[in-house]
C-alpha cells in the first residue's frame, strides 16, 4: 500500500523537536522529506547524547543521538548551505520542485536569509510555508526564543501542573514541542486540501503556546478562583469525583467516575451500595466538593489490594480504570505492540540501538501510514537530491562540495 501522501515534496529546514516531529508524521505518511542542514554543523541532535545503548560517549562513527534517530525516520538527508548566494539559489530550485517547506527559526531568521515565504512564493505560488515557533509570527513577543519549558509556563500549563500544595511542574514529555508539530502537520493538510480549490499556496503560522493554550482553556482554569478550587488539581478533573491515582498495595491504580453508572458501577466493585441513593455521596456536586472525602474512600479501599487485584475487581464491574505504568512496562504492553505501537530503534546502518521507538499512531484501512524506513545518514542523500531534482552533474556537485555550499 501507498501512503495517503505519497508523491508530496517537503522541505524540512527544522531542528530540535517541534518541526522534526511535524515531518515525522509527514514521512510516515508517505510524503517525500527532505532534510535540509547546513554543511558544516547539520543536525545538532545527530551527534547529541544519549546515543546508541544508551549511552553518553558516541561508540563509533556510525553512531548517532537517539533524539536523530528517532526524528529523522522516513526522511532523506541532504546540505545546503542557506547563507551563500549560491547555496539559497540552489534552495530556491529546489522550492519550485516542493510542495511544503517546513521552518522553525526564530520569526525574522527566514526573511534575513532571503528565504521567508514571500520570496518563496514568488519562485512558486504553490508553496505550502510552514513556520513553528514559541510564541508566533505576531505580537510583542514574537522574537523571544522559547523551549518546551518556557511555553508550558508562559502559556499557563505549568501553573495547573502538580498537586495542589506542590510547586508548579511541566509535563514528562516535551508536550508543547510535539502538540505544535502535530497541529502543524493539520494545518499543512488544511493548506494543501485548499490549494486544491484555488490553486495556490499560503504560510501557516503554528506558536507552542497557542497550541497549548488552546489544549487547556477547555476547562476554566482561569476561574478555579472562583470555585474555590486551588489551581493546580493533580490527576483531578474538576467536573468528575472520583477521579485520581490511588496507591494499592505494590504500586498505583488510576479510575475516573464521570457518569452516574460509572459512580454506581464503582460502589458495587468496593462494596458500597449503601451510599447509592445517599442524600450527599449520591450527588457529583456534593462529591466534587467534598473530593478529599471521596478520596480518602476510595484510597482506602484500593490500598487492601494489588494493582492486579484492584483493576480486576474495577474492571469486573466496568469501572473505568488502569494502572500507572512506567515507561518501560508501556514498552512491553501487549496492547501497544498488538497496534505496532513499539519498534526497535536502529542505526543509519540497521545495527539496533538498544532503545524502543514509538511506531505511527494513525492506522488507515487502504493506506500504508509507518515508521520503518531508518534515519538517514546525514547528508547522505545530497548528490541524489541535487541531481534528481535539479540536474545536477556529478562534477559540478563535486564543486560544490568543495566550496562547502553542499
Known amino acids: 500500500m501507498n501512503g495517503p501522501l505519497e508523491g508530496l515534496v517537503v522541505l524540512d529546514l527544522t531542528r530540535y523537536l517541534s518541526g522534526p516531529h511535524c515531518t515525522l508524521l509527514l514521512a510516515g505518511l508517505g510524503a517525500e522529506v527532505i532534510k535540509l542542514d547546513e554543511p558544516a554543523g547539520g543536525d545538532p541532535a545527530a551527534l547529541a547524547p544519549p546515543y546508541s545503548g544508551p549511552a553518553f560517549e558516541r561508540a563509533s562513527e556510525a553512531d548517532f543521538g537517539l533524539a536523530y534517530l528517532k526524528r529523522a525516520r522516513g526522511k532523506k538527508s541532504a546540505t545546503l548551505n542557506l547563507k551563500d548566494a549560491r547555496g539559497r539559489e540552489l534552495f530556491l530550485r529546489l522550492v519550485e520542485r516542493a510542495d511544503v517547506v517546513v521552518e522553525n527559526f526564530r520569526p525574522g531568521v527566514a526573511e534575513r ?13 504553490k508553496i505550502v510555508y510552514c513556520a513553528l515557533s514559541g510564541y508566533g509570527a505576531t505580537g510583542p513577543d514574537r522574537n523571544l526564543k522559547s ?19 506542590g510547586p508548579p511542574m511541566k509535563t514528562g514529555g516535551a508536550l508543547s514541542d510535539m502538540i505544535a508539530g502535530t497541529y502543524a502537520a493539520l494545518g499543512i493538510l488544511a493548506a494543501l486540501r ?3 480549490q484555488s490553486g495556490l499556496g499560503q504560510a501557516v503560522d503554528v506558536a ?11 476547562e476554566p482554569v482561569d476561574r478555579l478562583d472562583a470555585l474555590g478550587l486551588a489551581a493546580r488539581q493533580g490527576n483531578r478533573i474538576l467536573r ?12 498505583w491504580v488510576t479510575l475516573g467516575c464521570v457518569t452516574r453508572e460509572d459512580w454506581h458501577a464503582l460502589l458495587a466493585a468496593m462494596g458500597r451500595e449503601d451510599l447509592r441513593a445517599h442524600p450527599d455521596w449520591s450527588r457529583v456536586e456534593w462529591r466534587i466538593r467534598n473530593n478529599a472525602e471521596v478520596d480518602r474512600l476510595v484510597g482506602e479501599w484500593a490500598a487492601r489490594f494489588t494493582v492486579r487485584e484492584a483493576i480486576a475487581k474495577l474492571r469486573k464491574a466496568d469501572v473505568p480504570c488502569g494502572a500507572v505504568r512506567t515507561a518501560k512496562e508501556a514498552v512491553a ?26 511506531g505511527m499512531p494513525i492506522k488507515f484501512s487502504r493506506s500504508a501510514a509507518h515508521h520503518d524506513a ?9 548528490a541524489d537530491v541535487l541531481q534528481r531534482m535539479l540536474g545536477l552533474g556529478a562534477d559540478e556537485i563535486a564543486r560544490l562540495k568543495a566550496d562547502r555550499i553542499a
Open 194 to 196: 485548499e490549494r486544491e
Open 147 to 165: 523551549y518546551d519549558l518556557m511555553a508550558q509556563a508562559e502559556a499557563g500549563l505549568m501553573s495547573v501542573t502538580g498537586a495542589p500544595d
Open 208 to 218: 507552542m503556546t497557542d497550541c497549548l493554550f488552546s489544549m487547556m482553556m477547555d
Open 333 to 358: 504492553w501487549e496492547q501497544l505492540h498488538s497496534r505496532s505501537m513499539v519498534q526497535a530503534l536502529r542505526r543509519p546502518d540497521g545495527s539496533p540501538a538498544g532503545v524502543a521507538a514509538a
Open 240 to 251: 468528575f469525583s472520583p477521579f485520581n491515582a490511588y496507591a494499592a498495595k505494590d504500586g
Open 113 to 125: 536569509l532571503g528565504i521567508g515565504y514571500g520570496a518563496l512564493k514568488a519562485r512558486n505560488p
Open 374 to 382: 531508518l534515519a538517514p545518514v546525514p547528508g547522505a542523500d545530497t
